[in-house]
């Protein structure tokens, strides 16, 4: 098992671009989750899923989409990328209450 | 106040030592607990999960203070290799709502 797959692992947009960022897991796990990691913050809640076709909301939502048409693909859309957006990107999944597995993490740098 | 507060340290002790970080958690409908592990540049892993009646892992142990408030990780005879920053996490309101705290930073040294 792969477990959690992010790509790509580096990206530089400019200010307006928009990019989807890739996590793809094989362990058939219900729950999908992106996160953003920016020092002194801790990890943010950005959209989530349940299960396939259901996704909702996180705690930072603003400036990004998320589908989820199969159970293992959950990519994060950045629609017009913004300074603001620069930051470490983590996608992770769980079954049932067992903890998260993370990726391994989109550095993103927004010029 | 933040949901979750740890001290962002770092904590620096001998190999060998014994060091305790605490969690404090504002939700009093908090549901499941855990500790995570990142190291520098790198995604946070699961170390345990944490619950009521207190679980142990080896060197780790974990405690749960409901009254309180506050979960606890304890590490015995401390490696080089546990030099990390620990991340408290704190579940409810269903399978996705985690919130993290901003980790405590473990530095251990010959």
């Known amino acids: 098992n792969a477990g959690v797959t992010q790509t790509p692992k580096f990206q530089v947009l400019k200010t307006g671009q928009s990019m989807t960022l890739q996590c793809a897991q094989d362990?058939?796990?219900?729950?999908m989750s992106w996160y953003r990691q920016d020092p002194g913050m801790g990890l943010r809640l950005i959209h989530y899923s349940v299960g396939a076709g259901i996704t909702d909301q996180g705690e930072v939502p603003n400036g990004y989409n998320v589908s989820r048409s199969t159970t293992e693909d959950f990519p994060l859309r950045l629609l017009s990328a913004a300074p603001s957006q620069t930051s470490v990107y983590f996608c992770?999944?769980?079954?049932?209450?067992?903890?998260?597995?993370f990726g391994s993490g989109t550095r993103l740098t927004v010029v | 106040r933040k949901e979750v507060e740890q001290d962002p340290g770092p904590f620096n002790v001998p190999e060998g030592a014994t060091v305790a970080f605490n969690c404090t958690y504002s939700n009093s409908a908090s549901q499941s607990f855990f500790w995570y592990r990142q190291d520098c540049r790198k995604e946070p892993k699961l170390l345990m999960s944490?619950?009521?009646?207190?679980n142990e892992d080896g060197r780790f142990t974990a405690q749960l203070n409901r009254a309180s408030q506050y979960i606890s990780l304890l590490i015995r005879d401390s490696k080089l290799s546990d030099s990390a920053t620990y991340l408290c996490?704190?579940?409810w309101g269903g399978g996705n709502k985690l919130t993290f705290g901003t980790g405590t930073q473990l530095k251990v040294e010959l």
């Open positions: 996490v704190v579940n």
């Open positions: 362990m058939n796990h219900e729950y």
């Open positions: 944490v619950y009521s009646s207190g």
């Open positions: 992770a999944s769980r079954q049932g209450t067992y903890g998260y597995t």
